[in-house]
């Protein structure tokens, strides 16, 4: 999916074509010369000499029978999407601008530039199985088209010459011919639907790019049916070169006796869902979204009636109850949140002691309790348990991690011993051990009285000496472990200097390995991925199916989950040490986003290429796609709004009304030119209204239920181009024209933020 952008302006210009300068097929140059000696102007005869010639023969090729996927820009509606699309006339953009004309559909007087590319949507109904493959779309040799045609097949008019040296299959369908009668554009009418895109940028930033915004030239084929019947659909790009020739393309040549189906070459296809009566676009969508969240937009469960004030203001902040086992075996329950809250998040520390994960040495050390209601609150609990398991299961993570503690180890013991050394205070409580022992050695007269009397009271210890089995049964009290070295380094205590030059040493291994452990994913966006959804949103009645919430991000939340994750496999008080500087150096890490949005809808899953808007100048949003439907956005800082704009391929062509309207379908017009001071593209305010009036009758046994295609320029019924060239006061229309009349932009809904 694209990520979030600021918007930027494109100029898009409609051009009729874009004939090529040379047409496919092979060609020769020869080239001679002639030198004729000065002096004879007007001489008869006049000598001279001719050098020798040369000839050069070349091929300019295009595709005849395939087309590479890579030369498909945008197909519309997007192929297996599902919605309304019975306003939408299908269309496809390919990217090599001149394709469409690069062929002609026949050799007549009046032919060029008429596409030979049409892009045909049917349904199963007006197909014909594959005999063979009972597909309707089979692979077979080109070879095939200019054999012997199958009983009741009409064959594309091609020779050898133009199939010679092609060795690739091609793609082929069979089509009803009572259906190609009905589906298959006029030759006057295929010039119509097909024109040439130009893009621009109008900003020096280009983002958020796709169909319609990614600068260059591309070449448009737009079908002439609008599926308003609810079904499957599949739109042909079928190749109309040989088929000129035939009554279904106002040709001379009389069909083969006993044809009822015609096989085209297909270059592209693809299908989709119509569901007319279904609130199904993009717009619906939206629109739907919004209204659902009217009543509350945060991400919180509503309480019942009868919930008590304590248990509605804890929802109101985003928690939900769980099963609480406590360590004596009772069952209770407490409460629990993730990351994602709606309400702005409150240090559960004290004022002025920053984040309390240096603290947090066990998921014990990170339980609450609400001394008032005796419940606790395990929410940096679950998730210092849930980092140690993340940490565990990332093996680069815990490898990284455990030759941290390694290094970090060896560290305070090659420190320690330097003191031991003598690399220390050389007198006073602090000195090391071997040098007041040296100096016992060296003639100190209290030594032997102190041997002595360390001597004698060792002897006097009781349990130096044997005592009774019963008392060796009784329980002693275990005495208080002194305060030790790596607990004045874990605690930051400046009493000892042996323990500062220890977490000095200790220090400067964090320092050289954060980054290496950053690499590893020990980052709130390194372990994010792998958090279990049910982490992130503790009940999904919080988020309940076709919903847009907000919240804000607890920061905190994300320091117990590295805390735990540095943590994990810690068993001594040298491993706590190692971890609070492990922790300490990951404070300089980037901050968690200060808040973000859930989308949980059809719209994630159907347009994967939405596209997220934020104003000019702010971070980037990131985006996670949590399910297929469901979709993550985080901001770095709040952005004043937010824009969802349609995929930029969902630059469509149709109507705007539907044919089942009361105004029997309706384009509001556009200007085409400049003239009376308006802009090209601005809306006139006025309206065709009728277009059901401008549908092709059905004929029996084409597949077609009821009228779905426009007739253009001829044919049964009033002619759309007429009726628009006479409601914008225009003589006639070319094809850049009607495309800008039946052309609708992609829909954007913006979310503003309210003032704080």
Known sequence: ????????????????????????????????????????????????????????????????????????????????????????????????????????????????????????????????????????????????????????????????????????????VDVKLAAVHDLMPLRTELRHLAHLRQVTEKSSKAVGLGEGWQPGQYGVVVSNRLPRTNGHYTALLVSLWGHGGYPYLQGGQPLPPGADRVRFVVLASWSFDSAADKAGTFGDIVLRLAHEAKPDHMLRLHPTQAASDEARQRLADGYVPVAHQLHGGEDSYGWTRGPLVPVVPQNPAPAGEGSPSAAWTSADAALIYAADYGIFDVSYAAAYTLGQTLALANTSLAEAISRYRQEGLRAVQRSAAAWERGSGPSDGRDAPARSRFDGWLAGDPGMPTALSGNIKELADKPGTRPRPVAARLRPEPVPAPSRGL????????????????????????????????????????????????????????????????????????????????????????????????????????????????????????????????????????????MAPDILLVLFPEWPTEVVLREPPHALNFGIDESLDHSSGGAINLRYVTTEGGHQTGQQTGTTLEHVKDCLRDVSPGSGLDQPQVLSLCGGTGTSLLPALASKLAQTTLAPAGLALQLMNLAYRATFKRSAP
């Open 1 to 172: 999916m694209p990520g979030g952008s600021a918007p930027v302006r494109h100029l898009v210009r409609l051009a009729d074509d874009l004939l090529p300068a040379i047409n496919p097929g092979h060609y020769t140059i020869e080239v001679s010369q002639d030198v004729t000696p000065p002096g004879h102007p007007g001489a008869d005869p006049v000598p001279h000499a001719s050098l020798p010639g040369t000839r050069q023969e070349f091929v300019v090729e295009a595709p005849q029978f395939t087309l590479d996927s890579a030369s498909v820009y945008a197909q519309y509606p997007p192929p297996g999407g599902t919605g309304d699309f019975s306003t939408v006339l299908p269309h496809i953009t390919l990217n090599q601008a001149s394709r469409p004309w690069e062929r002609s559909v026949g050799d007549r007087p009046g032919d060029h530039g008429i596409p030979w590319l049409a892009l045909l949507v049917v349904t199963d109904d007006s197909l014909v199985a594959d005999a063979g493959t009972r597909q309707w779309i089979s692979t077979r040799p080109v070879s095939d088209l200019v054999s012997t045609a199958p009983p009741g097949v009409v064959l594309p008019k091609l020779t050898h010459d133009d199939v010679d040296g092609v060795t690739a299959p091609c793609r082929t």
């Open 486 to 625: 790596h607990e004045m380094m874990a605690a930051g205590t400046p009493a000892s200097p042996l323990a500062a030059a220890c977490r000095a040493a200790l220090e400067d291994v964090a320092s050289r390995h954060r980054p290496r452990l950053a690499d590893a994913g020990l980052t709130w966006k390194g372990l994010l991925p792998a958090v279990p959804f049910s982490f992130l949103v503790p009940d999904m009645g919080m988020l309940p199916a076709e919903s847009l919430r907000f919240f804000h991000v607890d920061p905190c939340w994300f320091d117990a989950l590295i805390a735990g994750a540095a943590g994990q496999g810690a068993a001594s008080m040298a491993d706590v040490a190692l971890t609070s500087g492990l922790l300490a150096a990951a404070a300089t890490d980037e901050g968690p986003p200060k808040g973000g949005m859930l989308i949980r809808s059809r719209l994630v899953e159907h347009w994967p290429d939405m596209v997220l808007e934020v104003p000019q100048g702010d971070r980037a949003p990131m985006l996670f796609k």
